[in-house]
């Protein structure tokens, strides 16, 4: 078995693929429609063949409360990895984007969070190298 | 306010507050797992927030769609004034 999909729950799928494309910079991988919904999955910008990332609606009742609850409490639904997490951060702010956390380096690894603008927070991070000696 | 002051996770939530206003439950944990050590619950530090802010020493606000916590020092003010006085304004390190 691998990993090959991971989803987000968004509340406009058309937002959302705007948002994860322009902003973040993913890359469309596939989009069929299905009636009301689509099948609306991204890869990394440099992982073509990589997990893909489905653009899931939040259809169920369920769902919309449960997102509140964890954007209430700050709460990421999904990280992603950087290389650079300060420049990463800079980019996006200069695109608009809200973070609700501002980076931090907390032991092995360097965080943040944002706002994706479709009820989600996501994380971004960055491995911080052992520093020599 | 001493009994607020009194368990050791409270005065750690306080010292991570002191650095960074704003802060949501999401952050403080992880601060609080990854600089003190401290497996606590989410449930359990929003528990000890609880506590801080009916002292007064947290404030939090609601921001969007999030709720943020930052470190009030006016009790701890208080005190200071009360039995240090002369010392808050005008002393130098």
Same mark, same amino acid.
């Given at each position: 078995?691998?990993?090959?999909?991971?989803?987000?729950?968004?509340?406009?799928?058309?937002?959302?693929?705007?948002?994860?494309?322009d902003v973040l910079g993913f890359?469309?991988?596939?989009?069929?429609?299905?009636?009301?919904?689509?099948?609306?999955?991204?890869?990394?910008?440099?992982?073509?063949?990589?997990?893909?990332?489905?653009?899931?609606?939040?259809?169920?009742?369920?769902?919309?409360?449960?997102?509140?609850?964890?954007?209430?409490?700050?709460?990421?639904?999904?990280?992603?990895?950087?290389?650079?997490?300060?420049?990463?951060?800079?980019?996006?702010?200069?695109?608009?984007?809200?973070?609700?956390?501002?980076?931090?380096?907390?032991?092995?690894?360097?965080?943040?969070?944002?706002?994706?603008?479709?009820?989600?927070?996501?994380?971004?991070?960055?491995?911080?190298?052992?520093?020599?000696? | 306010?001493?009994?607020?002051?009194?368990?050791?996770?409270?005065?750690?939530?306080?010292?991570?507050?002191?650095?960074?206003?704003? *802060?949501? &439950?999401?952050? @403080?944990?992880?601060?609080? $797992?990854?600089?003190?050590? /401290?497996?606590?619950?989410?449930?359990?530090? !929003? *528990?000890? &927030?609880?506590? @801080?802010?009916?002292?007064? $020493?947290?404030?939090?606000? /609601?921001?969007?769609?999030?709720?943020?916590? !930052?470190?009030?020092?006016?009790?701890?003010?208080?005190?200071?004034?009360?039995?240090?006085?002369?010392t808050r304004d005008g002393g130098?390190?």
């Amino acid at each position: 078995m691998k990993l090959y999909l991971t989803s987000v729950f968004v509340d406009d799928q058309e937002k959302a693929f705007r948002f994860y494309a322009d902003v973040l910079g993913f890359r469309p991988a596939v989009d069929v429609p299905l009636g009301e919904h689509r099948w609306l999955t991204l890869t990394g910008p440099d992982d073509p063949d990589g997990v893909q990332l489905v653009l899931e609606p939040e259809a169920h009742p369920a769902v919309p409360p449960f997102k509140e609850a964890l954007v209430a409490d700050g709460i990421p639904f999904a990280s992603f990895a950087v290389k650079d997490l300060l420049a990463e951060t800079t980019r996006l702010k200069a695109l608009g984007v809200v973070f609700t956390q501002e980076p931090i380096t907390m032991g092995p690894v360097a965080t943040a969070v944002f706002d994706d603008t479709c009820g989600n927070l996501i994380q971004i991070a960055q491995m911080v190298e052992p520093s020599a000696g | 306010m001493f009994k607020a002051l009194a368990d050791p996770t409270r005065r750690a939530i306080l010292d991570e507050l002191a650095e960074r206003d704003d *802060q949501t &439950l999401f952050e @403080l944990c992880a601060r609080l $797992l990854m600089r003190h050590g /401290r497996t606590s619950s989410r449930q359990a530090v !929003s *528990q000890h &927030l609880d506590v @801080l802010e009916d002292v007064g $020493l947290v404030l939090v606000r /609601r921001d969007g769609r999030c709720r943020r916590h !930052s470190l009030d020092p006016g009790p701890i003010e208080h005190i200071v004034d009360r039995w240090l006085p002369g010392t808050r304004d005008g002393g130098t390190p």
